[in-house]
């Protein structure tokens, strides 16, 4: 069993259609990613909060809304997306952003833009 | 340029022997860290191993140790005793200290057990 719990596991939406992935963590970490990762290929980093601050933004579209209520929590709020974002999305934590510590991820949301 | 080469796309291994999974990296910073993780078909990302750059000896983690050469700046995966469960793709990933908090990824090697 993973210590980084994403739900949902799967979810399929319109282009339409708003959409949540949520991400939590009970190991104390105080940083945070999303990650896309297509198939066949390494994960894509999206974001980085530390501390609950959003720190890196790697120029997503604005479809893609993060937020960290807490600590624990990482959301991932989804609006009018393309066939092109049917990807895994993969939240991990780390103790903090040092170079030196390794992220713990969770199973992923496979999602499938319709 | 790349910053993680895995030059192996795929890699076939008997049950029980071991097999070393290849990574360079190129980094012009001297604190940085390497790491692999091991991605099963359901898509979970699996943290194995981690290797320092100030670190004076090998990682090794239960089956998993990591072949560190500095100088050749490679870090290459030798998992023991391979087991059925061990077939997944592979990633060898690199975090510089002036990277701003990112991880480099390779493109990953997919191993295969055979029984």
């Known amino acids: 069993d993973t210590e980084v719990t994403q739900t949902p596991k799967h979810l399929v939406m319109g282009m339409t259609n708003k959409k949540s992935l949520k991400c939590e963590q009970h190991?104390?970490?105080?940083?945070m990613y999303w990650y896309k990762q297509k198939a066949k290929k390494p994960p894509e980093l999206m974001f980085v909060y530390s501390y609950e601050k959003l720190s890196i933004n790697e120029s997503v579209p604005s479809r893609f809304s993060p937020e960290c209520p807490n600590s624990s929590l990482l959301n991932l709020h989804l609006h009018a997306l393309q066939p092109e974002d049917s990807a895994l999305y993969l939240c991990?934590?780390?103790?903090?952003?040092?170079?030196?510590?390794?992220?713990?991820f969770g199973d992923g949301t496979r999602l499938s833009i319709l | 340029a790349q910053k993680i080469t895995q030059t192996q796309p795929g890699m076939f291994v008997q049950e029980k022997e071991a097999v070393t999974l290849d990574c360079t990296y190129d980094t012009s910073d001297p604190s940085y860290g390497l790491f692999w993780y091991k991605q099963p078909s359901s898509g979970e990302m699996i943290f194995l191993i981690y290797?320092?750059?100030?670190?004076?000896q090998n990682a090794t983690e239960g089956r998993y140790s990591l072949n560190f050469q500095k100088a050749r700046k490679s870090a290459n995966l030798v998992i023991s005793a391979s087991q059925l469960g061990d077939s997944a793709m592979y990633f060898c990933?690199?975090?510089?200290?002036?990277?701003?908090?990112?991880?480099?990824f390779g493109a990953g090697t997919r191993l295969f057990v055979k029984a």
């Open positions: 190991m104390g970490h105080r940083a």
């Open positions: 991990a934590s780390s103790q903090d952003v040092s170079f030196n510590q390794p992220q713990h």
């Open positions: 990933a690199m975090r510089e200290n002036t990277g701003g908090f990112k991880t480099i």
């Open positions: 290797q320092g750059s100030y670190d004076q």
